[in-house]
């Protein structure tokens, strides 16, 4: 049996755009520490709601993954984000490491360092430690 379709009056006029500027103005304007409040709540519920029997040998398994990107040229993000001496001045992009500590079985980000690209993956990866022993207590 079918299930009958209720129309809106929108519909009829409802065009899809390949045009994201209103999405990007709009998440533009929603504060980083309110978008990092969030993401560690979904996480903490995400972690609380794991059955015990998916845990590995009991515990909860953390990947670490890192990677280098790249920004564009703005005199602000220069400043923060120096690229290579090598590079001609406005000849290059900005640079910056993130390394990223997730779960392995929900695939959620638990928490992230990033740094510019002379800090080291493995230095970032020490400043996630406390989120590792935090972990282990959920």
Same mark, same amino acid.
């Given at each position: 049996?079918? #299930?009958?379709?209720?129309?809106?009056?929108?519909?009829?006029?409802?065009?899809?755009?390949?045009?994201?500027?209103?999405?990007?103005?709009?998440?533009?304007?929603?504060?980083?520490?309110?978008?990092?409040?969030?993401?560690?709540?979904?996480?903490?519920?995400?972690?609380?709601?794991?059955?015990?029997? =998916?845990?590995?040998? @009991?515990?909860?398994?953390?990947?670490?993954?890192?990677?280098? #990107?790249?920004?564009?040229?703005?005199?602000?993000?220069?400043?923060?984000?120096?690229?290579?001496?090598?590079?001609?001045? @406005?000849?290059?992009?900005?640079?910056?490491?993130?390394?990223?500590?997730?779960?392995?079985?929900?695939?959620? #980000?638990? =928490?992230?360092?990033? @740094?510019?690209?002379?800090?080291?993956?493995?230095?970032?990866?020490?400043?996630?430690?406390?989120?590792?022993?935090?972990?282990?207590?959920?």
């Amino acid at each position: 049996m079918a #299930l009958a379709r209720r129309k809106l009056p929108l519909d009829k006029d409802l065009d899809m755009s390949a045009n994201t500027s209103a999405y990007c103005k709009a998440r533009a304007r929603i504060p980083l520490d309110l978008m990092d409040k969030i993401n560690a709540h979904l996480v903490e519920r995400m972690q609380n709601h794991i059955p015990q029997d =998916q845990l590995w040998h @009991g515990r909860r398994a953390r990947l670490v993954d890192g990677t280098g #990107l790249s920004m564009p040229d703005t005199p602000e993000n220069q400043a923060s984000w120096p690229q290579s001496k090598s590079q001609k001045p @406005g000849c290059g992009f900005p640079l910056m490491n993130l390394t990223g500590l997730f779960c392995l079985h929900t695939g959620a #980000l638990i =928490q992230a360092a990033y @740094g510019n690209r002379f800090a080291h993956e493995t230095k970032l990866f020490k400043s996630l430690w406390g989120a590792l022993k935090k972990a282990m207590s959920l």
